[in-house]
Nanobody, 124 residues
Framework: QVQLVESGGGLVQAGGSLRLSCAAS????????MGWFRQAPGKEREFVAA????????NYADSVKGRFTISRDNTKNTVYLQMTSLKPEDTAVYYC?????????????????WGQGTQVTVSS
């Protein structure tokens, strides 16, 4: 069983930055690919970014490329999402997720474990 706890959300003005963290309670963190997803009110959950077990492969949604950076610290069992140049359309609940399948995926159904989410609100 993997427990994921996100933190770092909040209210920020457009153009600002936030860093989200996701701490995993698991002994074998390095066997999991990690992903960030988000869900805005009335919309489906969507892929934001993902990172491979060792951090060498990173995928991003087109909407966040060049603005968001995913990283992980396997010594701390933590994955991060650095968000810059935030826009009002980035407003959503952000979730981290863990997957130990083959290859890094953008498909939420592939991810086995999910955190409870953290709210990010970007004001215009």
């Amino acid at each position: 069983q993997v427990q994921l706890v996100e933190s770092g959300g909040g209210l920020v003005q457009a153009g600002g930055s936030l860093r989200l963290s996701c701490a995993a309670s698991v002994r074998t963190f390095t066997i999991y690919h990690m992903g960030w997803f988000r869900q805005a009110p009335g919309k489906e959950r969507e892929f934001v970014a993902a990172i491979s077990q060792g951090g060498g492969i990173r995928n991003y949604a087109d909407s966040v490329k060049g603005r968001f950076t995913i990283s992980r610290d396997n010594t701390k069992n933590t994955v991060y999402l650095q968000m810059t140049s935030l826009k009002p359309e980035d407003t959503a609940v952000y979730y981290c997720a863990a997957d130990r399948g083959v290859g890094v995926t953008t498909i939420p159904q592939r991810y086995e474990y999910w955190g409870q989410g953290t709210q990010v609100t970007v004001s215009s």
